[in-house]
Nanobody, 127 residues
């Protein structure tokens, strides 16, 4: 059963911006202080890759190195929500973006460390 819901995707031209949101779908899903919330993306025909993550306890942020100057991850704990602000979007940013929970906050680029995933939101950037 899906317990995380992403939103905010859409179609944007190169150079534009989008902000994605992720939040639990209901009260039975809990984000614990030990968790890390992450964003992944999968471009057409390519493997899914880590984009960014933020720890819930310390608000420490991690990024795919090539994206850290354009993307910002942030959490709003009162909403149990995590956001991904994307600026200066490029065509190669096109893909499905997923929100996921890493249980213990370690190995944050490893998909196997995430125990819950949303269904994804499509981001399409024109050329």
């Amino acid at each position: 059963q899906v317990q995380l819901v992403e939103s905010g995707g859409g179609v944007v031209q190169s150079g534009g911006s989008l902000t994605l949101s992720c939040a639990p779908s209901g009260p039975t899903f809990v984000i614990y202080s030990s968790n890390l919330m992450g964003w992944f993306r999968q471009a057409p025909g390519k493997e899914r890759e880590f984009v960014a993550g933020v720890t819930w306890r310390n608000n420490k942020k991690y990024y795919k190195d090539s994206l850290k100057d354009r993307f910002t991850i942030y959490r709003v704990a009162a909403e149990n929500a995590v956001y991904l602000q994307m600026k200066s979007l490029k065509h190669e940013d096109t893909g499905v973006y997923y929100c996921a929970r890493n249980w213990d906050g370690t190995a944050y680029t490893d998909e196997a460390k995430y125990d819950q995933w949303g269904q994804g939101t499509q981001v399409t950037v024109g050329s």
